[in-house]
T-cell receptor, first 115, second 114 residues
Framework: GDSVTQMEGPVTLSEEAFLTINCTYTATGYPSLFWYVQYPGEGLQLLLKATKADDKGSNKGFEATYRKETTSFHLEKGSVQVSDSAVYFCALAPLTSGATNKLIFGTGTLLAVQP | DAEITQSPRHKITETGRQVTLACHQTWNHNNMFWYRQDLGHGLRLIHYSYGVQDTNKGEVSDGYSVSRSNTEDLPLTLESAASSQTSVYFC?????????????FGPGTRLTVT
């Protein structure tokens, strides 16, 4: 079945460091891909998305490119801030999701940014 | 502003008790979802609904039930709470229709079963 694999955390970085959080997927066809972020004590919120191969999603300085050949959707940011400390979830919408909009989530990666 | 709320935010209950967690959205979304979040498992889908009177089982539905009597609410019931159901529960909603996959999440309910 369809699945998402994320790198294990926690990821600990100093402020202004470069961030990469790896995400790979297994799915039939070309699903839509997402990154959600969960700040402490809150629910998840959509960070960015890509709906077809080679699309780049971007928001708040974060980027991710839909790579069909490597079935990956890695999250990157050039210079992290303390306020980026959160749990990041990679997710996909299977082609069979249709009108139900079901998503499959990875296990999440905790990012801790130190001043 | 439209929102999705959950109540209570924290709940402690005893093994064997019935518990109901509330979820209310004012987005007028067709689709609603319940997830549980556990360390090492990420989010796992419990139940979902894509309209009034419609409910469907997710991957971890045993011991849980939902009902959808209106567009705004999807309460989650634990029929007989077990310690394995200690978790953080999130409700989410989405508009419905292919191509609109963004889900809007509530703030979560932390449930402890003793």
């Amino acid at each position: 079945g369809d699945s998402v694999t994320q790198m294990e955390g926690p990821v600990t970085l100093s402020e202004e460091a470069f961030l990469t959080i790896n995400c790979t997927y297994t799915a039939t066809g070309y699903p839509s891909l997402f990154w959600y972020v969960q700040y402490p004590g809150e629910g998840l919120q959509l960070l960015l998305k890509a709906t077809k191969a080679d699309d780049k999603g971007s928001n708040k300085g974060f980027e991710a490119t839909y790579r069909k050949e490597t079935t990956s959707f890695h999250l990157e940011k050039g210079s992290v801030q303390v306020s980026d400390s959160a749990v990041y979830f990679c997710a996909l919408a299977p082609l069979t999701s249709g009108a139900t909009n079901k998503l499959i989530f990875g296990t999440g990666t905790l990012l801790a940014v130190q001043p | 502003d439209a929102e999705i709320t959950q109540s209570p935010r924290h709940k402690i209950t005893e093994t064997g008790r019935q518990v109901t967690l509330a979820c209310h959205q004012t987005w007028n979304h067709n689709n609603m979802f319940w997830y549980r979040q556990d360390l090492g498992h990420g989010l796992r889908l419990i139940h979902y609904s894509y309209g009034v009177q419609d409910t469907n089982k997710g991957e971890v539905s045993d011991g849980y039930s939902v009902s959808r009597s209106n567009t705004e609410d999807l309460p989650l019931t634990l029929e007989s709470a077990a310690s394995s159901q200690t978790s953080v529960y999130f409700c989410a909603s989405s508009e419905g229709g292919s191509g609109s996959y963004e889900q809007y999440f509530g703030p979560g309910t932390r449930l402890t079963v003793t």
